[in-house]
C-alpha cells in the first residue's frame, strides 16, 4: 500500500465529522456503526447501506438502525455545514 487512503481520510474535517458522530450516538443511545448507516439511508437519494456483522448482536444493531432517521439539522451537523448542534442535542454536554 501506498498510504494514498491513510492521507485522504484521515484529515482534521474527517476526525471532527466522527467527533461529532460519537457525540450525536451517545445522544441517541446508539452505537457509532449504527449512526452510519442511519446517515447513508437518511440521504435524500436513493443509497443503500452495506453492512457487514461478525456476530447476531451486531445484526440485531444494524437492524436496529433501521428506525433510525437523521434530520436535516443532524445531517448538516455531520457533514459540518452547521456549527450549531442540532435542537435534540442542546442539552448535550461536550
Known amino acids: 500500500?501506498?498510504?494514498?487512503?491513510?492521507k485522504?481520510?484521515?484529515?482534521?474535517?474527517?476526525f471532527k465529522r466522527l467527533d461529532r458522530v460519537e457525540i450525536l450516538a451517545q445522544e441517541k443511545k446508539m452505537t457509532i456503526p449504527q449512526i452510519a448507516v442511519a446517515y447513508v439511508l437518511s440521504q435524500p437519494l436513493n443509497i443503500f447501506p452495506l453492512v457487514g456483522a461478525r456476530s447476531?448482536?451486531?445484526i440485531t444493531a444494524n437492524l436496529q438502525s433501521l428506525d433510525t432517521t437523521l434530520t436535516q439539522e443532524e445531517m448538516a451537523w455531520l457533514d459540518l455545514k452547521s456549527s450549531q448542534k442540532p435542537?435534540?442535542?442542546?442539552?448535550?454536554?461536550r
Open 1 to 6: 500500500m501506498d498510504g494514498s487512503s491513510a
Open 8 to 14: 485522504s481520510y484521515r484529515t482534521p474535517d474527517n
Open 56 to 58: 447476531g448482536d451486531e
Open 87 to 93: 435542537a435534540s442535542m442542546k442539552s448535550a454536554k
